[in-house]
């Protein structure tokens, strides 16, 4: 069985600065995936960037950036330069060699003018 | 662009009464799901399929029933329906595994479901 968990339910960030959601899992499958998904208040879920668990650098797209540290099994998601449309809540999720997704309870950012 | 295409956006259903959410993709994705995200949560796989005529259960099948006829749709049944279905459900597609490559899951904009 596969656990995500996200420790921060809301976090406060100025706009401009970076903010970095924390995320830690938990699989005993050798080869998996990492994800990160945005869902403004709006409700629809936002793709934003991807990691397997093979990948030897860290994934970027544009202002997100990816802190992956396999051994202590945390997937960090970073996000710079934070703009007021980065206000939503976001989701880690992995998926492991049964392919379904499990998500964590997700973490609120509000980014403040 | 359509995507995954989920009808209806909106529905209230009384306790017992049953209905089918319906969910479309035009992206030829192989791997179909169903989520259901229950206020301030994460999103919990109700069932997914691998292909037309494959499904399977995922975390909280229990309610429901799916079936997967072509490639583009797989509907969502409640047959009875309960308080405890109240919830967000999202239908999502994605190809080939997740985990084999970075094509992420495809979502739907979401059927906002009240039991009452």
């Known amino acids: 069985a596969q656990k995500i968990t996200q420790t921060q339910p809301g976090m406060f960030v100025q706009e401009k600065e970076a903010v970095t959601l924390d995320c830690t899992y938990d699989t005993s499958d050798q080869s998996y995936g990492l994800f990160w998904y945005k869902q403004p208040s709006s409700g629809e879920m936002i793709f934003l960037i991807y990691q397997g668990s093979y990948d030897e650098q860290n994934a970027t797209e544009g202002r997100y950036s990816l802190n992956f540290q396999k051994a202590r099994k945390s997937a960090n998601l970073v996000i710079s330069a934070s703009q007021l449309g980065d206000s939503a809540m976001y989701f880690c999720a992995m998926s492991g060699v049964d392919y379904k997704l499990s998500f964590g309870a997700g973490t609120t950012v509000t980014v403040r003018a | 662009n359509a995507g995954v295409t989920q009808t209806p956006k909106f529905r209230i259903l009384k306790i017992g009464q049953s209905m089918t959410l319906q969910c479309t993709q035009d992206?030829?994705?192989?791997?179909m799901y169903w989520y259901r995200q229950d206020p301030g949560m994460g999103l919990k796989l109700i069932y997914y399929?691998?292909?037309?005529?494959?499904?399977d259960k995922g975390e909280v099948p229990n309610g429901y029933n799916v079936s997967r006829s072509t490639t583009e749709d797989f509907p969502l049944r409640l047959e009875l329906a309960a308080p405890s279905q109240t919830s967000v459900y999202f239908c999502?597609?994605?190809?080939?595994?997740?985990?084999?490559?970075?094509?992420?899951?495809?979502f739907g904009d979401g059927t906002r479901l009240s039991i009452l």
């Open positions: 399929s691998v292909g037309a005529g494959i499904t």
């Open positions: 992206m030829n994705h192989n791997y």
């Open positions: 999502a597609s994605s190809y080939l595994r997740s985990r084999y490559s970075n094509q992420p899951q495809h």
